[in-house]
Nanobody, 123 residues
Framework: QVQLVESGGGLVQPGGSLRLSCAAS????????IGWFRQAPGKEREGVSC????????YYIDSVKGRFTISRDNAKNTVYLQMDSLEPEDTAVYYC????????????????WGPGAQVTVSS
């Protein structure tokens, strides 16, 4: 059974940091690209970052470049999203998702999804 589970969300003040984790099971993690998406109230889900399985190549949307870092530990079937210098605009539910062929910013290209983790940036 395929499963993705996010953890590490919470409430943080502007300028603070959080690290999200995405634990995967039930599929060949070593061959899958893992993406992080977020969805704020009233907005569409958007791709934030993505990491390739073998060479660790990573991608980011412009608004998080220099603040967020994606990484993966294939031995633990886990992907991380380190989020620093958080801003109120980063408030959203964050999801991880998996697809086998390549990274993509389009949510509809991902077959497997986690339930999401709330991140709230507020003073």
């Amino acid at each position: 059974q395929v499963q993705l589970v996010e953890s590490g969300g919470g409430l943080v003040q502007p300028g603070g940091s959080l690290r999200l984790s995405c634990a995967a099971s039930g599929f060949s993690f070593d061959y899958y690209h893992i993406g992080w998406f977020r969805q704020a109230p009233g907005k569409e889900r958007e791709g934030v970052s993505c990491i390739s399985p073998s060479d660790g190549r990573s991608y980011y949307i412009d608004s998080v470049k220099g603040r967020f870092t994606i990484s993966r530990d294939n031995a633990k079937n886990t992907v991380y999203l380190q989020m620093d210098s958080l801003e109120p605009e980063d408030t959203a539910v964050y999801y991880c998702a998996a697809r086998p062929w390549s990274c993509s910013p389009a949510p509809n290209r991902y077959a497997y999804w986690g339930p999401g983790a709330q991140v709230t940036v507020s003073s």
